[in-house]
C-alpha cells in the first residue's frame, strides 16, 4: 500500500512539474503572444480607408490634418501595434487612414 502511495506522488509531482510551463503562460498576459502580420496596403479595406503607412503620403488627401497618425489614434493599440479597424493585422505606428480619431 506504501508503494502505491508513493507512486501516486511520483507520478503527480511529474505531471505537476510538465504542467507548470502551461500554467505560468496561461498566467501571463504576453504569453505565446504573436506579432500581428503588417496590414496589406492593396487589401480593399485598406484602399477603403485610404491606409498609408506613411501619413505624409496623405498629405493631399482632404480628410488628412497635420500630426493625425496611427500611433494617436483612438483604435490603435500600442502593444501590438494593431488597430480595430484592421483586425488580425499591425498597422505602421507613423501611418494614417482616413477614420483616424482622437484619443480621448
Known sequence: M???SRRDFMRN???GLAAFPLGV???SKTAFAQE???VDTSSSTAQALNYVE???EASDHPAYEEGEL???C???NAQTEGCQLFPGNSVAPGGWCQSWTAKA
Do not use: E
Open 54 to 56: 506613411d501619413a505624409s
Open 70 to 72: 496611427c500611433s494617436n
Open 2 to 4: 506504501a508503494n502505491k
Open 74 to 76: 483612438m483604435f490603435f
Open 13 to 15: 509531482s511529474v505531471l
Open 36 to 38: 500581428l502580420p503588417r
Open 25 to 27: 503562460g496561461i498566467l
